[in-house]
T-cell receptor
Framework: AQSVTQPDIHITVSEGASLELRCNYSYGATPYLFWYVQSPGQGLQLLLKYFSGDTLVQGIKGFEAEFKRSQSSFNLRKPSVHWSDAAEYFCAVGGRGSQGNLIFGKGTKLSVKP | GAVVSQHPSRVICKSGTSVKIECRSLDFQATTMFWYRQFPKQSLMLMATSNEGSKATYEQGVEKDKFLINHASLTLSTLTVTSAHPEDSSFYIC???????????FGDGTRLSIL
């Protein structure tokens, strides 16, 4: 079955510290992979995506993610967290068919300590 | 970048009312739009795929007569929650995608509260 697992429900880091949010997926083939961020009461904003090619992808706001096929993972990283990064982060996978609908993980809430 | 506009952002209404939510792609044509529902502190659950000019495709467990979807043009899809009840209260989010594998662009969501 297709699924996305974000093992960490809630993570708290200090401002300036590094961050890694975990994402594992189960999919029949190589999927498209996405990370989205959601601020309270808002829609989702795309941080980055992986389609093919270089397995380390750069996104907006200083985020990056690495696709590791052997581990079925697509972890999100940021070297230095800012207070404005506090939000909910969703990992998602999409198929390579024509529909493009996404399967989302349950999200990881990031809190940032001053 | 691509922008998706969702309206209204918040609705509070009485039980039994029907509520229409609009989703517009502002700077691109979207043959496919998606409607999601998000419960508090939960992930997004796909409700249905809206296809321009044809019937929507509903996910298992979603009542098509309860959640009416119309995608009459390449820039507009609407979701109507018919005879809404308190259990329909939720955060509804639409998205529009450019096709296979292309990132979806999300609206800001609609907070629906049924009293």
């Amino acid at each position: 079955a297709q699924s996305v697992t974000q093992p960490d429900i809630h993570i708290t880091v200090s401002e300036g510290a590094s961050l890694e949010l975990r994402c594992n997926y189960s999919y029949g083939a190589t999927p498209y992979l996405f990370w989205y961020v959601q601020s309270p009461g808002q829609g989702l904003q795309l941080l980055l995506k992986y389609f093919s090619g270089d397995t380390l992808v750069q996104g907006i706001k200083g985020f990056e993610a690495e696709f590791k096929r052997s581990q079925s993972s697509f972890n999100l990283r940021k070297p230095s967290v800012h207070w404005s990064d506090a939000a909910e982060y969703f990992c998602a996978v999409g198929g390579r068919g024509s529909q493009g609908n996404l399967i989302f993980g349950k999200g990881t809430k990031l809190s940032v300590k001053p | 970048g691509a922008v998706v506009s969702q309206h209204p952002s918040r609705v509070i209404c009485k039980s039994g009312t029907s509520v229409k939510i609009e989703c517009r792609s502002l700077d691109f044509q979207a043959t496919t739009m998606f409607w999601y529902r998000q419960f508090p502190k939960q992930s997004l659950m796909l409700m249905a795929t809206s296809n321009e000019g044809s019937k929507a495709t509903y996910e298992q467990g979603v009542e098509k007569d309860k959640f009416l979807i119309n995608h009459a043009s390449l820039t507009l899809s609407t979701l109507t929650v018919t005879s809404a009840h308190p259990e329909d209260s939720s955060f509804y989010i639409c998205s529009a995608g450019g096709g296979a594998g292309q990132p979806q662009h999300f609206g800001d969501g609609t907070r629906l509260s049924i009293l």
